[in-house]
Nanobody
Framework: QVQLAESGGGLVQAGGSLRLSCVAS????????VNWYRQAPGKQRELVAG???????QYTDSVKGRFAISRGNPENTVYLQMNTLKPEDTAIYYC??????????WGQGTQVTVSS
């Protein structure tokens, strides 16, 4: 089992920045990829950014150039640096891992609210 804990959400004005953290515990050696998803009210959950064990990253088009995903030290921490935030970035942000030999793991989520 992999347990995930997100932090760093909050209320910020448009144009501001936040850094989300995802700390993994448990069977962290099984983690293949760490992803950040978000879900806005009335919308489906969408993949925002991901990083695999090789360091390869991917981003959804709407956040390219504004968000950056990275691994921290220790490596069981992944960050999502969010710059130039927009009201449409408002959502609950979830950390998710793709794991070898087991199903995906999800955190409880952290709320990000961007005011105009």
């Amino acid at each position: 089992q992999v347990q995930l804990a997100e932090s760093g959400g909050g209320l910020v004005q448009a144009g501001g920045s936040l850094r989300l953290s995802c700390v993994a515990s448990g069977s962290t050696g099984n983690i293949n990829t760490v992803n950040w998803y978000r879900q806005a009210p009335g919308k489906q959950r969408e993949l925002v950014a991901g990083i695999n064990n090789s360091g390869r990253t991917q981003y959804t088009d709407s956040v390219k150039g504004r968000f950056a995903i990275s691994r921290g030290n220790p490596e069981n921490t992944v960050y999502l640096q969010m710059n130039t935030l927009k009201p449409e970035d408002t959502a609950i942000y979830y950390c998710q891992t793709q794991n070898y030999g087991m199903g995906p793991s999800w955190g409880q989520g952290t709320q990000v609210t961007v005011s105009s």
